[in-house]
């Protein structure tokens, strides 16, 4: 299996901050990412997938990059809307997710 | 708009069997695959299997195959999640997905999530 590395585990950023959360691959998943936001009340959306691609409602100040095993998620500036935790996820199977970064308010 | 609104849920003891549903609306549900994914309590996300949209497929993850069944009426728009044998691992919250565009593809759409304790 895949194995999805995820970094940092929790982080915390201030209103406005540039936040970004990594992941790496335990091999070439060939910009097969997808990138997860679940909320505190158990809402899980779809963010990204394809390393880059936005999900139509997903707001615009998240992007996704990569390539290779290395890829993050980048939030352009924090909204309070934004505290949740984020899972990366790779595109073969059987698919596996990252643990998580939880994302908290300075 | 997507709805997914899981249901079967509860207090199990281990060895027994349990049988998820998830009601899906808003979407031609025999249009699309449709997958589970649980979280454990120390919020691991694992990928459970999926179904093709006639139901005429499916895959599972290789630790959980032998004890856990998808499969799905078009007619009423319900995926379900047979899992037998159950074990104190299996505690977890279980999610009705919808993959984008087939069996590779994100998941696109998540249902609220239904929980399940094995305990005895």
């Known amino acids: 299996d895949i194995k999805m590395t995820q970094s940092p585990s929790s982080l915390s950023a201030s209103l406005g901050e540039r936040v970004t959360i990594s992941c790496r691959a335990s091999?070439?998943?060939?910009?097969?990412l997808s990138w997860y936001q679940k909320k505190e009340d158990g809402s899980v959306k779809l963010l990204i997938y394809?390393?880059?691609r936005l999900q139509p409602g997903a707001p615009s100040r998240f992007s996704g990059s990569g390539s290779g095993k290395d890829y993050s998620l980048t939030i352009s500036g924090l909204e309070s809307e934004d505290i949740a935790t984020y899972y990366c996820?790779?595109?073969?199977?059987?698919?596996?997710f990252g643990a998580g970064t939880k994302l908290e308010l300075k | 708009e997507v709805q997914l609104v899981e249901s079967g849920g509860g207090l199990v003891q281990p060895g027994a069997s349990l049988k998820l549903s998830c009601v899906a609306s808003?979407?031609?549900?025999?249009?699309?695959?449709m997958s589970w994914v649980r979280q454990t309590p120390g919020k691991t996300m694992e990928w459970i299997g999926d179904?093709?949209?006639?139901?005429?497929?499916?895959n599972y993850a290789p630790s959980l195959k032998n004890r856990f069944t998808i499969s799905r009426d078009n007619a009423k728009s319900t995926l379900y999640l047979q899992m037998s044998n159950v074990r104190s691992e299996d505690t977890a919250t279980y999610y009705c997905?919808?993959?984008?565009?087939?069996?590779?593809?994100?998941?696109?759409?998540w249902g609220q999530g239904v929980m399940v304790t094995v305990s005895s």
């Open positions: 996820q790779q595109g073969y199977t059987p698919y596996t």
């Open positions: 394809h390393t880059s």
């Open positions: 808003g979407f031609t549900f025999s249009d699309y695959w």
């Open positions: 997905t919808r993959r984008l565009y087939g069996g590779l593809s994100p998941f696109d759409y």
């Open positions: 091999e070439n998943i060939n910009n097969y």
């Open positions: 179904i093709k949209y006639d139901g005429s497929y499916t």
